[in-house]
Nanobody
Framework: QVQLEESGGGSVQAGASLTLSCADSGVPFTDRAMGWFRQAPGKGREIVAAITWDGDDTYYQDSVKGRFIISRNNPKKTMYLQMNSLKPEDTAVYYC????????????????????WGPGTQVTVSS
């Protein structure tokens, strides 16, 4: 049973940094492609970044390229999203997600490709 839980959200001013963590209490963590999504008020959920099971390949939404970094530590069963130069438009609930496992060398950018989701953590960026 995979159980994901995000942490590290908060309220910051524009230009600040935050690092989100996603801890997985299930097994196995290593085989799963994972991703970060976000949902702003009144909007649908969108992909922010994604990572292959081994961390060798990553994807970023255009609006966060050069500012956000996705990474994972498989022995610690944790995924991270380092967010720098935050903007008010980054305000959203951030979710981590994991696929069913055995994804090979792929990452996924669509919600439907993920089987497990955390409850979300709020990130608020004020101007």
């Amino acid at each position: 049973q995979v159980q994901l839980e995000e942490s590290g959200g908060g309220s910051v001013q524009a230009g600040a940094s935050l690092t989100l963590s996603c801890a997985d209490s299930g097994v196995p963590f290593t085989d799963r492609a994972m991703g970060w999504f976000r949902q702003a008020p009144g909007k649908g959920r969108e992909i922010v970044a994604a990572i292959t099971w081994d961390g060798d390949d990553t994807y970023y939404q255009d609006s966060v390229k050069g500012r956000f970094i996705i990474s994972r530590n498989n022995p610690k069963k944790t995924m991270y999203l380092q967010m720098n130069s935050l903007k008010p438009e980054d305000t959203a609930v951030y979710y981590c997600a994991a696929d069913a496992g055995y994804s090979g060398g792929y990452y996924y950018t669509s919600e439907v490709s993920y089987n497990y989701w955390g409850p979300g953590t709020q990130v608020t960026v004020s101007s």
